[in-house]
């Protein structure tokens, strides 16, 4: 008895983790974010974000925002066909701190036969002040 107990507890174990990676991967439509996302400001209006390549990207979206505890919505910075970009920005003067995203996408279109898109990488963050 003991020992079909261990096996359905590794069971339900193994069918738990594989809905998990499912999910996640039906989540982000096929790959992983962006991972290793730095941000570097420049200069009082510029910001140097860098991240890790994802296998079978073809350009990367990059976002940002000015508040993680309100319903602020990721505003566009630009995209990026290489793992780095370059952002000037101009925001209001009680802004101090903005959080940097990136998403990839293996295809120019979402029309394309077989585009996927990630989900967005981990906000980084950067004091502007």
Same mark, same amino acid.
């Given at each position: 008895? %003991? ?13 738990? *983790? ?8 039906? *989540? @982000?439509?096929? *790959?992983? %974010? ?6 570097? &400001? ?8 860098? =991240? @890790?390549?994802?296998?079978?990207? &073809? =350009? ?46 293996? &295809?120019?279109?979402? =029309?394309? %036969? ?5 989900? =967005? ?9």
């Amino acid at each position: 008895m %003991e020992n079909k107990r261990n096996w359905l507890g590794m069971l339900v174990m193994v069918l738990v *983790f594989g809905m998990a990676v499912v999910g996640c991967d039906l *989540f @982000n439509d096929g *790959f992983g %974010e962006p991972t290793g996302v730095s941000v570097t &400001k420049l200069s009082s209006s510029s910001i140097h974000v860098t =991240w @890790n390549a994802v296998s079978g990207a &073809k =350009w990367y979206e990059i976002a940002y925002r000015t508040n993680l505890d309100s319903a602020d919505t990721r505003r566009s910075a630009g995209s990026s066909t290489i793992t780095t970009y370059t952002h000037s920005w101009y925001t209001s003067t009680d802004v101090t701190t903005l959080y940097y995203y990136v998403k990839a996408h293996n &295809k120019n279109y979402t =029309w394309e %036969e077989g585009y996927k898109a990630s989900g =967005w990488s981990s906000p980084v963050s950067v004091n502007i002040k």
